[in-house]
T-cell receptor, first 115, second 115 residues
Framework: AQTVTQSQPEMSVQEAETVTLSCTYD???????LFWYKQPPSRQMILVIR??????QNATENRFSVNFQKAAKSFSLKISDSQLGDTAMYFC????????????FGKGTKLTVNP | DSGVTQTPKHLITATGQRVTLRCSPR?????VYWYQQSLDQGLQFLIQ???????AKGNILERFSAQQFPDLHSELNLSSLELGDSALYFC??????????????FGPGTRLTVT
């Protein structure tokens, strides 16, 4: 079975500080894609960052970066210089290459950025 | 704004009723996905269509059905509604299939409340 585990239901961080959200996954596939989605109080699902499993280089998008450890099946998200607008639920997800591109989601981490 | 539109935004209906949720994908996107977000089940994949054809099914109940029309918009039909069907229903779209394109962009969701 393909599963995603986010072990931190809730986290908090002070504004301007750095926080790391954890994610582990389980799949027997070799080719897959990993994502972090953000869901603010508006409930909109926003793609934050993506990583192809065949790429060794960790993806970076402005203040957001990932630490992808393929052997350990780990995909953590680091948010630098946290801003109040980063307050949201963060979901880790992956999709495989064949059959269906459906996303399998973790249960999410609720991140609160404090002023 | 992801470019994916969903109507209606909110829907309140009674048990036993039938409703239709509508989704228009981003311009040019051929794949449409439906997801259900509930408190107890989290985010779950329901069904995927690609260029009018059903591509994959997930945890979709037999009371639920979907289709994608020639203009690529999609509809999710929910019938014999139960209290447990109350959830946020998301539509997402992507340009094509992996590995060429795999990012999914989500609509704002339809909040369904069954009373």
């Amino acid at each position: 079975a393909q599963t995603v585990t986010q072990s931190q239901p809730e986290m908090s961080v002070q504004e301007a500080e750095t926080v790391t959200l954890s994610c582990t996954y389980d799949t027997s596939e070799n080719n897959y894609y990993l994502f972090w989605y953000k869901q603010p109080p508006s409930r909109q699902m926003i793609l934050v960052i993506r990583q192809e499993a065949y790429k060794q280089q960790n993806a970076t998008e402005n203040r957001f970066s990932v630490n992808f450890q393929k052997a350990a099946k780990s995909f953590s998200l680091k948010i630098s210089d946290s801003q109040l607008g980063d307050t949201a639920m963060y979901f880790c997800a992956f999709s495989t290459q064949g059959g269906s591109e459906k996303l399998v989601f973790g249960k999410g981490t609720k991140l609160t950025v404090n002023p | 704004d992801s470019g994916v539109t969903q109507t209606p935004k909110h829907l309140i209906t009674a048990t036993g009723q039938r409703v239709t949720l509508r989704c228009s994908p981003r311009s040019g996107d051929l794949s449409v996905y439906w997801y259900q977000q509930s408190l107890d089940q989290g985010l779950q994949f329901l069904i995927q269509y690609y260029n009018g054809e059903e591509r994959a099914k997930g945890n979709i109940l037999e009371r639920f059905s979907a289709q994608q029309f020639p203009d690529l918009h999609s509809e999710l039909n929910l019938s014999s509604l139960e209290l447990g069907d109350s959830a946020l229903y998301f539509c997402a779209s992507s340009p094509g299939l992996a590995p060429l394109t795999y990012e999914q962009y989500f609509g704002p969701g339809t909040r369904l409340t069954v009373t």
